[in-house]
């Protein structure tokens, strides 16, 4: 069983910038891609960005040059938000997912980290 716990949510002002950790306790498969979600109440979850264990980098197009998402140790993943939005405002999620390129071995999620942007 893996768990994934979040940290390094806020409340920030418009133009600033917080940077969200994201740790993997159990074992995880090598093999793996670590991502993050946002979710708004009420709203549905939306994929923000995500990284392979090879190194495959993805992004939501409203995040592209703002946010960067990177990996730790193989098991921990950061995200950095700079230029931060009021609608960028969302609990924000961590999800695993184990692979072993021809079936997911496991499908994680976090409990969530809050990012309040005002403006």
């Known amino acids: 069983q893996v768990t994934l716990v979040e940290s390094g949510g806020g409340l920030v002002q418009v133009g600033g910038s917080l940077k969200l950790t994201c740790r993997a306790y159990?074992?995880?498969?090598?093999?793996?891609?670590m991502a993050w979600y946002r979710q708004v109440p009420g709203g549905q979850r939306e994929f923000v960005a995500s990284?392979?264990?090879?190194?495959?980098y993805r992004y939501a197009d409203d995040v592209k040059g703002r946010f960067t998402i990177d990996r730790e140790r193989g098991t921990m993943v950061h995200l950095e938000m700079n230029d931060l939005r009021p609608d960028d405002t969302a609990l924000y999620v961590c999800n695993a997912v184990a692979h072993n390129g021809r079936a997911i071995l496991g499908n994680y999620w976090g409990k969530g980290t809050q990012v309040t942007v005002s403006a």
């Open positions: 159990g074992h995880l498969f090598s093999s793996n891609t």
């Open positions: 990284l392979t264990s090879g190194g495959d």
